[in-house]
């Protein structure tokens, strides 16, 4: 299991940005697979970007050219700048983490979320 902090949530009006911080633990964070999902209330938890060991990315549809998953191997952290935001990004962001044991079992991490809300 691989322990995770957020932070940088807070409250933004429409059109600010934001830029949420995961750090991990762990050794090997380099060989991690990291996202970022988000959970509005009333609502299912929702992917809104994924970044691979080799760090190629993903994105929901909704915040493509707006949000930007990146990764520092260096300081364990993994970075969600979201720029442009809109009331509708507003949920608690989660970083989540897929890492392996020492008997190659996968294992998914999380963890306990940052509230990001965005005002009209």
């Known amino acids: 299991q691989v322990q995770l902090v957020e932070s940088g949530g807070g409250l933004v009006q429409a059109g600010g940005s934001l830029r949420l911080s995961c750090a991990a633990s762990g050794r090997t964070f380099g060989s991690y697979t990291m996202g970022w999902y988000r959970q509005a209330p009333g609502k299912e938890r929702e992917l809104v970007a994924v970044i691979t060991s080799g760090e190629p990315t993903k994105y929901q549809d909704s915040v493509k050219g707006r949000f930007t998953i990146s990764r520092d191997n260096a300081k364990n952290t993994v970075y969600l700048q979201m720029n442009s935001l809109k009331p509708e990004d507003t949920a608690v962001y989660y970083c989540?983490?897929?890492?392996?044991?020492?008997?190659?079992?996968?294992?998914?991490?999380w963890g306990q979320g940052t509230q990001v809300t965005v005002s009209s």
């Open positions: 989540a983490a897929d890492s392996y044991t020492t008997y190659a079992v996968l294992v998914r991490s």
